[in-house]
């Protein structure tokens, strides 16, 4: 028998899923409406393991081109932003994950030289009628997360 807990669970992870899906959905319209070329869509690929030793996936949630640049796309949807805006979603640990995700993508397709770029696309639902979807290009880069080296007298990175 299924608790009333387990159950109100399922139903919220259920709606998120829907409420994602939407999401990606309008994001990829969008995209294709302002010239990307869509890759790829909800890439997933073993990108390591935790501390616990637990295997770690990483997802992009689209590939897509925008004349000669390759951009991974983070996609939020929010039904509201009441809370916090779906921006506030794409936080250090998630944008570490993307770019893992996006450094096997390049290594299994022989990407080396091309161009590339970490964008996030919000999709805001408060107006099923009208929903609000906003392109945020070079949201971040990886540059933020190289690691530190010493070198003589100061640190520079790697």
């Known amino acids: 028998m299924v608790s009333i807990t387990e159950q109100?669970?399922?139903v919220r992870w259920e709606s998120s899923r829907r409420l994602g899906q939407q999401g990606e959905s309008l994001a990829a319209e969008y995209l294709k409406n302002n010239g990307y070329r869509l890759v790829a869509a909800n890439f997933k690929v073993p990108i390591g393991r935790n501390t616990m030793g637990t295997q770690i996936t990483g997802e992009i949630?689209?590939?897509a081109l925008e004349n000669d640049v390759l951009?991974?796309?983070e996609v939020k949807t929010r039904s509201s932003d009441a809370f916090a805006g779906p921006l506030s979603a794409v936080d250090l640990r998630k944008q570490r994950q993307i770019i893992r995700a996006?450094?096997?993508y390049?290594?299994?397709f022989?990407?080396?030289d091309m161009i590339y770029r970490y964008d996030v696309v919000t999709v805001l639902l408060a107006d099923a009628d009208r929903p609000v979807v906003e392109l945020i290009k070079a949201f971040w880069t990886e540059a933020k997360f190289r690691?530190?080296?010493w070198t003589g007298d100061i640190w520079s990175n790697s």
């Open 71 to 73: 951009c991974f796309v």
């Open 110 to 112: 022989g990407i080396k």
């Open 8 to 10: 109100d669970s399922r």
């Open 61 to 63: 949630d689209i590939v």
């Open 147 to 149: 690691k530190k080296a």
């Open 102 to 104: 996006a450094r096997v």
């Open 106 to 108: 390049r290594r299994i």
